[in-house]
């Protein structure tokens, strides 16, 4: 059984929080995780809203199915009755007691009106994507902490002969179940049917969702780039407002992840555009249509899948580290890039460059030479992920390091 980095998460939130709410993908894993800490408890009963009577009922009188469940009780699905949220936070206001509420919710929740700000200072919220790559392996993987400490050595991690088949497999728990690639393509079909179909029209009655699809695929296809509103409304033919929707709907119902744009100076030439990223890469292998054969032959689309792989895991491990950076990119109007720049608390930055072949030469610090010449102060390291297996110093903080260092659970401080 692959163990979750955010169980503990949990269940330190349950233990001072009156609710927590775990959200993320459909079929990502947070039934499962939020009935195992559940169990752990020993006293959290468990409804879900998938079953159409107790949805039937929480969505006819909210008022009355909390006060008939005041808890400790796991309410699974929560987005699809969100008129629980405002009768929790009149439950809450009566008894702070924590652990009352533990809910899951597929879509974003807190993208619903009123919701943010129904139990703003009440809800710890746990973010769980698919499975990280370290936890598919097994380890407790530190490595974004590693990163901010400046007295952090490198050491070889393990070597990655198969990146191809850890791309198309991704990280959802149910494809590991699946015998062939097939399988695993008729689940992925199937997920993304029900998301489009019945998630997206629990958060929005409009017209046009036929539409999204192919906006979907338009956007796989140029995963990693700045997202370009603009150009995906002229070839869709689909106008700017309502595109801005769509894109807002496939965030907030997970399939999109966005990394924006960093900058420490309103009048510095960069662009500000965030870049988008696919929630699972194993989805992403699908909706572009490749395998591991094919993959490692089209090196366009390698690249891409390596990135968007590399963003996940960088989002994953932060989540869980004790600093909890954010996640930015840096691009410049010239188009001088940096792939990730992590942010702790306080300005700290690492940069992170993807560069998917098994050589570097000088010039592939380019972008982190140029980030640590406009925040020098902040700039506290800068990597190189490659597919060799030595680390390749370039001086001043900045190395090449084999991508492996991700999930391997093998760098070590010295």
Do not use: C
Not at 64 to 75: D, K, S, T, W
Not at 233 to 251: F, M, Q, V, W
């Amino acid at each position: 059984m692959i163990r979750r980095a955010a169980e503990q998460l949990v269940t330190e939130a349950l233990a001072d929080t009156p609710v927590v709410l775990v959200h993320g993908p459909r079929q990502a894993g947070k039934s499962t995780l939020a009935r195992e800490v559940a169990a752990i408890a020993g006293n959290i009963r468990h409804i879900t809203l998938d079953d159409p009577i107790p949805l039937d009922l929480a969505s006819r009188d909210p008022a009355g199915f909390i006060a008939a469940n005041p808890g400790p009780i796991l309410i699974d699905e929560i987005q699809r009755a969100p008129g629980l949220f405002l009768a929790m936070k009149a439950a809450v206001d009566r008894d702070r007691k924590p652990g009352r509420f533990l809910l899951t919710g597929s879509a974003n929740v807190l993208a619903l009106p009123k919701v943010a700000d129904s139990l703003a200072g009440r809800m710890a919220v746990v973010d769980l994507l698919p499975f990280s790559q370290s936890e598919i392996e097994g380890v407790n993987n530190t490595a974004v902490d590693d990163l901010f400490d400046p007295d952090f050595e490198f050491s070889l991690p393990t070597s990655e002969p198969k990146l191809a088949d850890r791309i198309t497999l991704g990280g959802y728990p149910e494809p590991f179940g699946r015998s062939s690639s097939a399988r695993r393509d008729a689940w992925f079909s199937d997920y993304l049917r029900t998301i489009l179909e019945r998630d997206v029209r629990d958060l929005a009655n409009i017209e046009g969702l036929t539409q999204l699809p192919r906006l979907l695929s338009l956007i796989a296809s140029r995963i990693g780039d700045p997202l370009n509103v603009v150009g995906l409304a002229r070839e869709t033919g689909i106008p700017n407002t309502s595109l801005h929707r769509y894109i807002d709907l496939l965030k907030a119902v997970f399939l999109l992840q966005m990394v924006p744009a960093w900058s420490n100076d309103p009048d510095a030439r960069l662009t500000r555009t965030a870049k988008a990223y696919m929630v699972d890469t194993g989805l992403l292998s699908y909706l572009v249509n490749v395998t591991p054969k094919n993959l490692n032959r089209n090196e366009f689309l390698f690249g891409r899948l390596v990135e968007n792989l590399v963003a996940l895991e960088l989002l994953k491990l932060s989540q869980a580290s004790d600093l909890r950076p954010t996640l930015y990119h840096l691009r410049t109007v010239k188009h001088l890039q940096v792939d990730f720049v992590l942010e702790a608390r306080g300005g700290a930055l690492v940069g992170i460059d993807v560069h998917p072949s098994a050589g570097l030469v000088p010039s592939d610090a380019d972008g982190l030479r140029y980030l640590r010449e406009i925040a020098p102060d902040q700039f506290s390291r800068g990597i190189i992920l490659y597919l060799g297996e030595e680390i390749v110093p370039f001086g001043d903080g900045i190395f090449g390091v084999p991508i492996s260092m991700l999930w391997s659970g093998s760098v070590s401080q010295n």
